[in-house]
Every structure is written in C-alpha cells, then in structure tokens.
C-alpha cells in the first residue's frame, strides 16, 4: 500500500498527529499488567502484515516530517552524529543493510541499482536519486553512516565488539530518551548504562549483554523499551534540556490527554557482515494518552502499570512528578475488568469501557 | 514483548551450497570451494570468520568449523583449507576422501570469534601450520583497505607450509616464513620489540604457540587486550558415558568418538551451538545432578565455574562417573 | 598520606588503585601536586625502574614541595611543567615515539589522571593497562552537557558553569575520552530554584 506522509512538527507548535491506522499499530510495550526490566528479547524476523514488526525497517507516515526534525537538530549541534575513526566500515555495513533492506521491503518508495561498486540509490519521498563508489567515502556528500541515517527513522547506535564486551562508538542520536552520543561515544556496554538504577543489581545488563554477543550474522533480534514524554517531542536530549525540561511542568488535567505522549523505542539488533560490530537501531514511537484509552485494553493495562511502578523506575524515566495527574486521568479508562494477554489492542474481543 | 515469537533454529542459519573445487594444497591440506547453490552472491563476511561445514556421513551429520579464508570481498566464493588428520574422528577425513566437485553441502553463515581490532594501529599475525587460514582472509582485507601488517608463519617445511609460496611472491617484506626442519623458530622477542604503541597481535595454530605468544607478550609489558588469539579444539575422544536430559525427559549415550553435543543431536534434542569448538558459550548448559568427574576441555567457562560442577559445554566436554543430569 | 577512599558508585565512574612496577621496556610517569608521593613510592619499589623512567610533573599548589624529592630519583628524564595545559604537547609527543611495551602510570587529581590517560589510550594502550593512584584533592573536571564546555576543579555540588553559567548538578556518569564528568542543569523543571552548595563528598 502506499503511505500517505503527514506534514507535521515536533516542536515548537507541535502538530504530530498519529492516524487511527498508526494507532492501531502502534507497538504497545506491556504484555501484561504489571512491568519490570526484562531481557525480553526475541527474533527479529517479520511479524503481522501491516505492524511495526513487519519489515525490517518501518517506514510510517511520519517519515518524512522525522527526517525534517533530524536535520533541524543536525544543522543545530552536528556532535549528535559521530563515529570513532574505526568505524568507517561499519558505516558502510550500515548504509549497505538499509539500502537493502528498504529496497526490497518499500521497492515502491526505495530502489538500489547494484554494478559492482558502483551504487545507485534512489529514495523517492525525499527525492534523492544519487550514484556513489561503495566503499568510497568520497563520493558521498557526508559519511556512510550520516548519509543513510538522514534518511532512515530512528537513532542508530553502532557498537564494535572486542574481546566479549561491546563499545558504543558511533551512532546518529536526535531522537533519544535522555541521553548523550557526545558523552557517552566510546563506553563500554556497563558504563553507559551505568546510570540506570535497578537493573545492575538484576542482573539486567549481563544478560542482555551476553545474548547480544552472540547475535549472528542473518539472525537479528529485538525488544521494547518505553518512557514518558510531555508533547510528541523526539529531541529529548540531554543537551537541550535545560530548554524541554520546563514543558514537563506545563501539564494540566484538561490538556494531559492530548500533551502526556508514551515514547516506545522497538530496539532490533543486527550483526553488521563486513565489520563485525553490532547496529543498534533505536526507533521511536510516540502516541498521545487520549490515543491510548481509544483502545479499551490499552487503556485499562496503562493505568495499572503506571499506578505500580516502582518509584526509583518512575523517577528515572522522569514522570514521577506527574505520576498523581497522569493517574487522576488514566484511572478514568480502567473499570477493573481484566485484559487479555498480549500486547495486541483486541478491539474486536476486548469489551468497551464499562461505565 | 513476544509481538510474533519465533523460536529460534540452534546454530547460525544455514546456506546451501555446490562444491565448486577440491584443490590439494599439499601432502596434509586441501581448499574446498563452494557456490551457492541459489546462484544468489554469498553473504559479506568479516575477517577472521569461520562457517560450520555439514557432512551428511553415510547416516550420521558431522558439523565441524573451518575458517574461511577466501577473500572477504568475493561475494562468488567461499573457500576452506582442510587439514587431514588420521588421528581424528573422521570430519577432516570425510572431507578429503568424499567431498567431489559437484557435490551439494550445507554450510552456516560465518561467525566471527576471531576478529581484526580494528583500532589497531598495525596488525602483527603469527601462524602455526594450518592456523594460517584465518590470516589469508584478514591479509586480503586488509591489502583491499590499505592496513598495516605484518606475518611471521610457521611450518614444518617448505612442502607442507600451505600457501607460504603465494605469500612470500606476492608480499615478500611483509612475510616472513619459518621452517621448522631448516631448525628456524619465530624470533618473537624481537618482533615483540619496537612495534609502534597500538600494534596488536593475532595468533593460530598449536595450543603450545599461543600460550608461548600471551606469556612472552605479557613479561614484554605487552597489555593483554593487544594480543588475540584463535583455537578451535575438536572434541577429543573419551570414554563412553549416559546422561539424563531432564526438559527433554530422555537418557542418551554418549558414545566414544562423538561429542555431548552430537549425541544429543543424534537423539533429536536441538541443543544451542555455534563455534562447537568450546570458545563462543552459545552450548552452556546448567548441570542438576552429578555423581562423578568433569572432564571440561572449553575455553568459555571460568576456573570457578568448571570447579563447580554446576554447568558444562556440551561441544568438547565430557564426564566419568554414574549419574549426570542437564537441564536440556 | 593524602589518600581519600571514593564512596561506591556508578559502573562509569573510574576507580584508582595502587601504582606497582610492572615488566615494560620503558615506563612514564605522569602526576600533578600530592600525586608526588605515589610517584615516590612506586620509585622504592622497583629496583632499576626510574633509570628507565620519563616523569612528568605538575606541582598545581604545591609549589616546590615534592620537585627535589622526584629529581633525587635519578629518573632517564625530568620534566616539571607549570600546567596541564603547558605539558600536553610533551605528552603527545612522548606517546607518539612510544613502543608496546611502554607502562604508564597516573598519579594526583582526577582531572590530570583523565586527560593524561585520554592521550594514551588515543596512541593505543588500552584502559585497563594504565595505573592511576588518586593522589590529593577530589575536585572534579565537568563537561557541561548542554554548551560542551569543561570546568575545571569544580568542588560543590551544585556549581556554575564556567562557559554558559548555567547551574549544573555533579552526576557519576564519567567519560574517559572527555576526560570530565556530567554537569546537567539542576533548574531546568524549575527556573531559579537552585538549591545551596554544598561541597562535594561532604
């Protein structure tokens, strides 16, 4: 099918707006009631026609507008996108997998024409038609990385993997919850989640770590993360935010539904064949709460994760300040009926609000 | 999140393929080539990496890794060199007697445990015998990419050195070649000596040369991070032994000549796997009950671990005694 | 002894230990003010060592206190130099003649120890095989993250950046290649609520 692009921003007059087709497939992070850290990784191989899982990298109706906002974000500070001078390969394994893969999955919207090292891209809704030497950096108006993550959704972390331990050094970060390439390009696995509370002492990390070693080559692998947003902005960075920070603080109860947005990032890891490092794409989705309880199921398990969420989770995803308000309005749309299992809205079986 | 589980095939996934050519190196060693039998190009790989080679033996499966040392950048061709080895349990001899040009196999995409730091600002790369192989891939990448590099390769002599002629002809400053016979030996405190900050070293071949190669690095102040190391261990012998695998609710025999790992495949259990060598931890397995000895011969598990007799590596491991249950 | 004992923390923050001899072609030595003392004590433990040892000294505050003591060492090379700043180009000149083989070791003030192993691992030794000894004060280096800039020997928490004069928090999260930890603004949610200094670790 083909997708119609919104025209929308994600800042300053903030006019996002998610279809009711990009509800219904919006990737709802909670399987149950109740949420702690998991590994809860799984094969990245496709999923139902038409959900986010389906191809390999999604391309929504906000596609074009995101790639407007990353390059507002770029033009402003161009340190959010680095790579340490070993990981020019990587770029290149890199713009290779998302050429490929967006050819073959959208080969309406996204050609690659292969003649030895000769390549030619063309990606239609942004009107790039270009010819470049693969493996030539040269012959591309920035790096590999740069170049083919301006025209793909999500961040992208690229990790080098040495010696049983993976290091984050090269990424394109604008839309991140919270945190910094700048400061954090070069760490190792441990370090730069070392300011996440709880899931070192769970023993979090060392697992997750340990399974993403061992992703191969041909055999991705994904999982879900999830935080809290006030207004659909995707540059929650560090670095802007003594400038976001204060919109936190403009939430009422009257506006809560339209401003209060939940931020699910679908976190898909790939083996990169040439280089060996690991691609970490960090795509972001974002649904305003009143999108939410439209699906009765959602609306019911949301109240009950956020109402018992452990406090330091709530504090370090930066909502437990307005966790009383967003509690005053979700428990509105929980009348105490059970839910089905699964992360699926289940319109046609799940009943509607019962009062 | 378990949006479309799927559970997930042991080992990496596999590709079909043609032999293209058996050519013999030398007395011991022999190239395979292979094509894809789809006529598609061969995944891209990195330098360093091995595949899993399936030999379909009469009515038995043998998966042994070998790696690959064709050019990483030739989508066309994959390329192994085997070394036959009369002593071993029969991959090595399979491959040289039954494997004709024409024939179709099935080989896992590559698997790298061995990989080029890329950081480095040379890579020094000291060979043993057949431990050439991995070398010849990362040389060729590294000539495509313009790295620095240098090779010292050990043979026995100038007949059984796979590959020593091409290398010498074609870099003849930055190989050095060694005969054992000729009473030659690797100078290695002298290569040791004077690399620039940021060289790293990559050994394979004997176990004996790559302790040789950490210990002297190491007394040189050489910082353990900067010397790599690959060696497969193929699952040796030992006496035959029964498991109880309590998920799969069966008792197997191990038998002498096959691994932990391949009896419980014999016995239809699919057990994780990918280096079967004892090196990438993918085959962990807890233990629940065990009346007897360990034999671990991995390089994955801890010393603690191994000293507690709480968990095993099914692919070069064994054990002596009455009872041993796995959780598998 | 001006030793201080670090409060556990974060898996980013860095952690120093003791400096020891360790085998090595050639050795160098690289402390600022108290960071003399650890200088002096790893010289009484290895026979030989400072005859093939480059140090490279900055007394900070402490004036002329350790310098007779470390040129008594009889070390292959003695460097004092008046600042970080005024060094670094010895530094790297150093490091880029090195061979593997060379051990370097770190002495004195976060700040110093940070930048002088940012310079090394750049010329290719790994983290993990450069010692560091904290040695004397425990004010801090700190990137702002908001305009990039490095304030030097902050000491409270929180503190004024020096570039933007934003009020920052001191966090743990601590990067080796910036050498600088993480000041993120403290009133961003709330402008003008800044809450007293206190100094650090008290």
């Not at chain 2, 690797?186 to 071949?205: K, M, R, S």
């Not at chain 2, 261990?233 to 069966?250: H, M, N, T």
């Not at chain 3, 980013?12 to 003791?18: A, C, F, I, L, Q």
């Not at chain 3, 003591?69 to 790297?92: C, D, E, H, M, N």
């Amino acid at each position: 099918m083909t997708i119609q692009f919104n025209d929308e921003t994600f800042r300053d007059d903030y006019s996002f707006r998610n279809s009711d087709r990009a509800i219904k497939r919006f990737p709802f992070p909670f399987h149950e009631d109740s949420y702690m850290y998991s590994v809860n990784m799984e094969q990245h191989r496709g999923g139902p026609s038409g959900s986010v899982y389906e191809k390999r990298f999604d391309v929504d109706e906000h596609y074009l507008s995101e790639m407007r906002d990353r390059a507002i974000v770029l033009a402003e500070d161009p340190l959010r996108c680095q790579s340490l001078p070993h990981m020019t390969l990587a770029g290149w394994d890199t713009l290779e997998l998302i050429m490929v893969s967006k050819s073959e999955d959208y080969p309406d919207l996204f050609e690659l024409h292969r003649d030895g090292s000769r390549w030619r891209w063309v990606n239609k809704p942004m009107g790039i038609d270009h010819t470049f030497t693969f493996l030539d950096e040269t012959t591309l108006p920035c790096g590999p990385l740069e170049y083919i993550t301006r025209q793909a959704q999500g961040d992208y972390a690229v990790l080098d993997q040495r010696g049983d331990m993976l290091y984050m050094d090269a990424g394109m970060v604008t839309t991140q919850a919270d945190w910094s390439l700048d400061f954090d390009i070069g760490m190792d696995f441990f370090e730069w989640h070392a300011p996440v509370p709880l899931a070192h002492e769970m023993g979090i990390f060392k697992r997750a770590l340990k399974f993403l070693l061992n992703v191969q080559q041909g055999a991705p692998a994904r999982r879900l993360n999830w935080t809290m947003t006030v207004n659909p902005l995707l540059d929650t960075s560090p670095e802007n935010y003594h400038k976001w920070g204060i919109q936190k603080t403009t939430l009422t109860p009257e506006n809560i539904g339209a401003k209060q947005h939940l931020r699910v990032e679908l976190q898909t890891f790939y083996r990169l064949p040439r280089s060996n490092a690991l691609l970490f794409p960090i795509r972001c989705y974002l649904i305003a709460f009143q999108d939410i309880v439209s699906v009765p199921k959602w609306g019911r398990r949301l109240h009950r994760v956020v109402r018992d969420l452990p406090d330091e989770l709530a504090t370090y995803k930066g909502f437990i300040a307005n966790r009383p308000m967003m509690l005053d309005y979700l428990s509105q749309y929980d009348d105490g009926l059970p839910t089905s299992p699964g992360v699926w809205p289940d319109l046609e079986t799940e009943p509607p609000l019962q009062r | 999140m378990s949006a479309a589980p799927q559970k997930a095939r042991a080992g990496a996934e596999r590709i079909d393929v043609t032999v293209s050519a058996v050519v013999p190196v030398n007395d011991l060693v022999t190239r395979f080539e292979f094509t894809r039998a789809d006529g598609r190009p061969f995944p891209p790989f990195s330098p360093g990496a091995h595949t899993v080679v399936e030999m379909q033996d009469g009515g038995r499966t043998r998966l042994n890794p070998y790696s690959l040392m064709s050019d990483p950048s030739d989508p066309t061709t994959y390329a192994i060199s085997v070394r036959r080895d009369d002593a071993g349990r029969g991959g090595s001899l399979f491959m040289h007697r039954n494997v004709k040009p024409g024939d179709a196999m099935t080989l896992s995409y590559p698997v790298n445990l061995f990989p080029l730091d890329r950081r480095a600002r040379k890579h020094v790369f000291i060979a043993g015998g057949i431990g050439i192989t991995p070398f010849l891939a990362m040389i060729a990448h590294l000539e495509h990419l313009g790295g620095a590099w240098e090779l010292h390769y050990a043979s026995r002599n100038r007949a059984l050195g796979s590959y020593v002629e091409d290398l010498t002809a074609k870099y003849p400053h930055k190989v050095h070649a060694i005969f054992d016979e000729d009473g030659e030996a690797i100078a290695l405190e002298d290569l040791l000596d004077g690399q620039p900050l940021g060289t790293h070293v990559y050994v394979c071949g004997p176990a004996g040369m790559i302790k040789w190669v950490h210990d002297t690095a190491t007394a040189h102040g050489w910082p353990a991070e900067n010397v790599h190391s690959e060696e497969f261990l193929a699952p040796q012998p030992g006496k035959p032994f029964e498991v109880r695998l309590c998920k799969s609710d069966i008792v197997i025999q191990v038998g002498e000549n096959e691994s932990l790992l391949e009896a419980m495949e014999r016995c239809g259990v699919d057990a994780p796997f990918l280096c079967r060598g004892g090196a990438c931890g993918q085959c962990e397995t807890e233990v629940v009950e065990a009346d007897g000895t360990f034999d671990h011969r991995d390089h994955w598990l801890e010393e603690d671990d191994h000293a507690s007799g709480k968990k095993i590596m099914p692919c070069v491991s064994r054990f002596i005694g009455e009872t041993l249950v796995l959780d598998r | 002894m001006s030793t201080f004992q670090f409060p556990p923390s974060i898996r980013s923050r860095p952690v120093y230990g003791t400096l020891a001899p360790r085998p090595g072609k050639a050795h160098l030595m690289i402390a600022d003010a108290e960071g003399a003392e650890a200088i002096l004590s790893l010289a009484g433990q290895g026979p030989g060592l400072m005859a093939k040892t480059h140090v490279i000294y900055i007394p900070k505050g402490t004036g002329e206190t350790y310098v007779d003591q470390l040129r008594a060492l009889k070390s292959a090379q003695f460097y004092t130099g008046p600042t970080y700043a005024a060094s670094v180009q010895r530094i790297r000149r150093v490091l880029s003649d090195a061979h593997m083989g060379l051990q370097v070791y770190l002495a004195g003030t976060e700040g110093l120890m940070g930048q002088a192993e940012a310079e090394a691992i750049a010329a290719g030794i790994p983290h993990s095989a450069i010692q560091t000894e904290h040695r004397g004060s425990v004010a801090r280096r700190m990137q702002c993250v908001h305009c990039k800039g490095i304030t030097e020997d902050v000491m409270t928490d929180p503190f004024t950046c020096a570039h933007c004069g934003l009020n920052l928090f001191v966090r743990d999260h601590y990067s080796r290649r910036l050498a600088a930890f993480q000041g993120v603004c403290v009133d961003a949610e709330d402008p003008g609520n800044v809450p007293e200094p206190r100094e650090l670790y008290s």
